[in-house]
Nanobody, 120 residues
């Protein structure tokens, strides 16, 4: 079975940095777009960053000058480097990976979430 395991979330002071990592395991031949989403209390999921298998990235303006997403296809891992963290970055961060389950059919897998708390 496919699993996504996240790590790196913790408490950090405003202005600090964190690096989140997500590794996929299981019966996986290839992985399409991978990304990170976050959910603050009372808020829906928000895209933080995504990256295609070819390395093209997409980040919203609120984080693109501070965050960087990268992936290692051999290790089936996607990382999120977060710098200059702000209290409004506080959220549960979820890893996402799109994986084909059969020809022409893709499924979105999600990690369990990791808490990032940025204090003032």
């Amino acid at each position: 079975q496919v699993q996504l395991v996240e790590s790196g979330g913790c408490l950090v002071h405003a202005g600090g940095s964190l690096r989140l990592a997500c590794a996929a395991s299981g019966s996986i031949f290839t992985i399409g777009t991978m990304g990170w989403y976050r959910e603050a209390p009372g808020q829906p999921h928000q895209l933080v960053a995504s990256i295609t298998s070819g390395g093209s990235t997409n980040l919203p303006a609120s984080v693109q000058d501070r965050f960087t997403i990268s992936r290692d296809n051999a290790k089936k891992r996607v990382d999120l480097q977060m710098n200059s963290l702000k209290p409004e970055d506080t959220a549960v961060y979820y890893c996402n990976a799109n994986i084909p389950i059969r020809e022409f059919v893709w499924r979105a897998y999600w990690g369990q979430g990791t808490q990032v708390t940025v204090s003032s």
